[in-house]
């Protein structure tokens, strides 16, 4: 099939890549020139493991190509996938669909034929209906444009695997020929035996959403029994031991740590929030504001436990910070908890410096106030402090005898619990949690 992807970030480059490898002819369009370039090379403007390999491939083979043109999309592809960005809006807690709306009132005048237009972007509910008649108006081709909703669940750090083999995809549409058409497009996955549901516009867009809001809330869960084990002597790494046992809860995303962040789950919950407000619903997502404030209470506990091992004040104190992405296997520091603790510390006077394995140069770009180093010998060299708070498998895998000859004080705060205790206090360090017993 011949499908252009409408937006080339981190969702459209990736699905960009995996619809070529499924033997389509694909065209990625996008509005940054220097982005097209680079990924007319086959590299990604951003850190994924296997994305370069996949887009590579891509663009030798001629399956994949990247413009900055609407209309060489439009009389090229049978099929657009809206892939486009949907920050939270500045000064404000909804979704931000000017990127989303800019998409479709170019493409939209281009379309002279009948085609199916299909939304991956998260958005609030109800936006589908709004893009779809925007369609049918402004399109010459009218009423033989037809929408789709197909929700991304793309994990960063595991995208590549999560496009080609996902858990399930969800397609929401009015018509067979739209349910076909996407069984087509994704005919190689499905023939797999991944699951696809069927289902309308509405439900479609509230699935992605709807997901990242029940992890929010387990994640700030877990965050609160760590909070309550420290303050009763308990600890949280036996209690979310015994909680995994329990079928009906399981073991994953159960780990407590310095809060969720990125460019999702944040946002994601906030704009529910304010969708939900909108429905006259704001009571019952009183819940969901709880979440989103008891995440970034994390933050704020982190940077009080590190003042306090400090001796009470962070200022002209050496402090090594191991992690600036929001998660391991991303260099992605939007909304980072990781980058915020450092940058509260250094505003509080500490000389912060900063390593991640990845992360480094968006850290660098995004705290231009920091000092950001290239090992974790340089970020540790006479510290008073080591702060762990991003889980790179390389943080898990120090050697903590050889690291406290280069720091000044063997005093660690894991931030993540990604961290052997035993091991580190048998190493000589003083050994800190969030919901670890001490000692």
């Known amino acids: 099939m011949r499908i252009s992807v409408l937006g080339t970030g981190y969702l459209g480059a990736t699905h960009a890549a995996a619809l070529a490898s499924c033997g389509h002819e694909v065209l990625g369009i996008d509005a940054d020139a220097a982005r097209v370039e680079q990924l007319r090379l086959g590299v990604a403007p951003f850190h994924e493991p296997r994305l370069d390999e996949l887009l590579a491939r891509g663009v030798r083979s001629g399956a994949l190509c990247f413009d900055t043109d609407y209309g060489r999309a439009a009389r090229f592809a049978d099929v657009h996938f809206l892939c486009v960005g949907t920050p939270q809006r500045p000064g404000s807690h909804a979704a931000d669909l000017s990127a989303m709306w800019s998409a479709v009132h170019r493409l939209a005048p281009l379309l002279e034929r009948g085609c199916l237009v299909v939304g ?34 793309l994990r960063e750090g595991h995208a590549v695997e999560d496009s080609l083999g996902p858990d399930r995809l969800v397609f929401g549409v009015a018509s067979d020929p739209a349910y076909e058409t996407l069984c087509a497009v994704y005919a190689p996955i499905l023939a797999s035996g991944v699951p696809a549901v069927r289902t309308d516009l509405p439900t479609a867009e509230l699935a992605k959403v709807s997901a990242n809001v029940m992890l929010a809330a387990r994640i700030s869960l877990v965050n609160l029994l760590a909070e309550v084990c420290e303050v009763t002597d308990a600890d949280v790494g036996d209690l979310i031991e015994i909680l995994g046992y329990d079928g009906r809860i399981g073991n994953r995303f159960l780990t407590p740590g310095i809060g969720f962040g990125g460019g999702c789950l944040p946002k994601d919950t906030r ?27 994390q933050r704020a506990r982190t940077v009080d436990l590190a003042v306090s091992l400090l001796g009470g004040r962070a200022r002209d104190e050496e402090v090594a910070v191991l992690g600036a992405a929001f998660k391991a296997g991303s260099d992605d520091v939007r909304d980072s908890p990781a980058l915020d603790v450092a940058c509260t510390l250094a505003g509080r006077g500490a000389r912060v410096r900063v390593y991640d394995p990845k992360a480094g140069g968006n850290a660098r770009r995004a705290a231009p106030g920091l000092t950001v180093v290239d090992t974790v010998e340089d970020a540790c060299r006479g510290a008073a402090l080591t702060l762990v708070l991003t889980d790179w498998a390389e943080f898990r895998s120090i050697d903590p005898v050889s690291l406290a000859d280069v720091v000044r004080r063997p005093v660690v705060l894991d931030g993540r619990l990604s961290l052997d205790p035993d091991k580190w206090r048998a190493a000589g360090w003083d050994f800190h949690g969030l919901g670890r017993r001490v000692g």
């Open 271 to 297: 704009a529910f929030v304010a969708r939900a407000e909108e429905l006259g619903l704001g009571d019952a997502a009183a819940v969901l504001r709880e979440v989103d404030v008891l995440n970034m209470r």
């Open 120 to 153: 991956k972007s998260t958005v609030p509910v109800g936006t589908a209906s709004q893009v779809r008649d925007a369609l049918r108006d402004n399109a010459p081709a009218g009423r033989s444009v037809e929408l789709a909703w197909n929700p991304e669940f």
